[in-house]
């Protein structure tokens, strides 16, 4: 059967006004929150050998990412119970506000969270994990595996996850991938992001602390593994010279300083 001509030009328009079906969700912001900080009284765990016995300040980070309709938290600093009740311990970290509520500010519930991320299991990253238990945690399979001191796991058996082998894209268009990373702990990851007007970023976690010790490629002595430390350093050394990133270091406090706070963010 012919189509008449009127007929097909009105399905030709309706082609054209139809949104592509190709369309596809993209990176649009990364928000940058102090989640804790603390002043170590001897940096030298850190930086062996050097400037031992100086006090440092340390500053934590959490990130939230929007990528179309979903939200990704990247590490979630230290626990939000320490705002209400901030530890007496000389050293110990604090926080001068809480995750759940810088969230709020931007408008954003822990329940909106589809992903919730972390580098590694150390205390200053995972203090607020449960905040979002219906996120689907991803992490590497050999942190998730590694236990405590005591054999307990590390991470609740309950929460949804996604166990990683290294490397992974999470959105599936290059613009949000973990970066495999081991050293500081078994199964440590960084985060490279790709947004459309700031470039890349390379967000560190703990595989290097500070800007020293990148520049040198000093491994703390606290460190799990000194060889795979400084293999991971040279893999987001490469990753820099191909992609051109930024590289934050999540605790240096200098850098920190000259990062944007909520409400602005990054595109």
């Given at each position: ?203 560190s976690g703990d595989a290097v602390h500070l800007q020293d010790n990148w520049t040198a490629r000093r491994v703390p002595a606290i460190n799990a593994d000194k060889d795979k430390t400084v293999a991971s350093m040279q893999k987001l050394a490469d990753l820099i010279g191909q992609t051109r990133a930024q590289l934050w270091i999540n605790h240096d406090k200098p850098q920190s300083a000259t990062i944007k706070r909520p409400p602005e963010f990054y595109q």
């Open positions: 059967m012919r189509m008449r001509p009127d007929a097909i030009m009105c399905f030709l328009l309706l082609l054209l006004a139809a949104p592509p079906a190709c369309a596809q969700a993209k990176l649009e912001r990364l928000y940058a929150i102090e989640c804790g900080e603390r002043t170590a009284p001897d940096v030298a765990p850190w930086t062996p050998g050097v400037n031992v016995g100086k006090p440092i300040d340390f500053v934590d980070n959490c990130y939230l990412l929007k990528h179309g309709d979903d939200w990704l938290v990247w590490d979630t600093g230290v626990a939000d119970a320490l705002f209400a009740t901030p530890s007496t311990e000389p050293g110990a970290w604090k926080r001068k506000s809480t995750l759940k509520g810088d969230l709020e500010k931007i408008g954003v519930k822990p329940s909106d969270v589809k992903f919730v991320a972390v580098s590694h299991s150390h205390p200053d990253h995972v203090g607020n994990v449960e905040l979002f238990a219906q996120a689907t945690l991803l992490v590497q399979r050999a942190e998730y595996e590694w236990p405590n001191a005591n054999g307990t796991p590390r991470f609740v058996a309950t929460h949804p996850v996604k166990l990683l082998d290294g490397d992974y894209d999470v959105f599936g268009d290059g613009s949000v991938r973990m970066v495999a990373t081991p050293g500081h702990t078994p199964g440590h990851q960084s985060l490279l992001v790709a947004l459309p007007s700031t470039g890349a970023v390379l967000l």
